[in-house]
T-cell receptor
Framework: DGGITQSPKYLFRKEGQNVTLSCEQN?????MYWYRQDPGQGLRLIYY???????QKGDIAEGYSVSREKKESFPLTVTSAQKNPTAFYLC?????????????FGPGTRLTVT | KQEVTQIPAALSVPEGENLVLNCSFT??????LQWFRQDPGKGLTSLLL?????REQTSGRLNASLDKSSGRSTLYIAASQPGDSATYLC????????????FGQGTTLQVKP
């Protein structure tokens, strides 16, 4: 059963704590992406990776970190430096450099920091 | 900097109506454009992908058009049903190599029985 798994679905943390969101895929896609969605808004790109052991900052990378040690996994850490971490986080994948290929999204993780 | 705008922000229609959702972008040098559907609290489901060389794509009751020169795309939904109620997001690919998507804010559609 191919797809993208994000866990957990809901996550609650206290202010000042780091938290890591999981994203796993078995679609054999090279590229992976992390987006953030705030209420009533579209998605904004946090980080992306086009190949293992390489990743680039998106538009709102401050306060976040990522790693890409395996093709199947692209975890996102929300650090205490992120000023407004409460949001809905979505992971996506895409075949790298394939013309006409579309991006596929996971079910998302809703993070609440109090 | 590329900006994507969707109008209206919300739309309510009776069942059976045909409707059009609008998406505009500021930089016509886009690669591809993708329309998504999002149900409350869920991830995104891809509806249609329009490549830069195409002018439209169709899937069932959905038809999406792309006019790069004017910076516009429309999503046409025929014979709307209550199950079509969701938020519809438009996103443009600024580059073929990175796959980075730039999203509009979405249009929330309610189809009343």
């Amino acid at each position: 059963d191919g797809g993208i798994t994000q866990s957990p679905k809901y996550l609650f943390r206290k202010e000042g704590q780091n938290v890591t969101l999981s994203c796993e895929q078995n679609l054999n896609h090279d590229a992976m992406y992390w987006y953030r969605q705030d209420p009533g808004q579209g998605l904004r790109l946090i980080y992306y990776s086009q190949i293992v052991n390489d990743f680039q900052k998106g538009d709102i990378a401050e306060g976040y970190s990522v790693s890409r040690e395996k093709k199947e996994s692209f975890p996102l850490t929300v650090t205490s430096a992120q000023k407004n971490p409460t949001a809905f986080y979505l992971c996506a994948t895409k075949p790298r450099g394939t013309e006409g290929s579309e991006q596929y999204f996971g079910p998302g993780t809703r993070l609440t920091v109090t | 900097k590329q900006e994507v705008t969707q109008i209206p922000a919300a739309l309510s229609v009776p069942e059976g109506e045909n409707l059009v959702l609008n998406c505009s972008f500021t930089d016509s040098a886009i690669y591809n454009l993708q329309w998504f559907r999002q149900d409350p609290g869920k991830g995104l489901t891809s509806l249609l992908l329009i490549q830069s060389s195409q002018r439209e794509q169709t899937s069932g009751r959905l038809n999406a058009s792309l006019d790069k020169s004017s910076g516009r795309s429309t999503l046409y939904i025929a014979a709307s049903q209550p199950g079509d109620s969701a938020t519809y997001l438009c996103a443009v690919y600024g580059s073929s190599n990175t796959g980075k998507l730039i999203f509009g804010q979405g249009t929330t559609l309610q189809v009343k029985p």
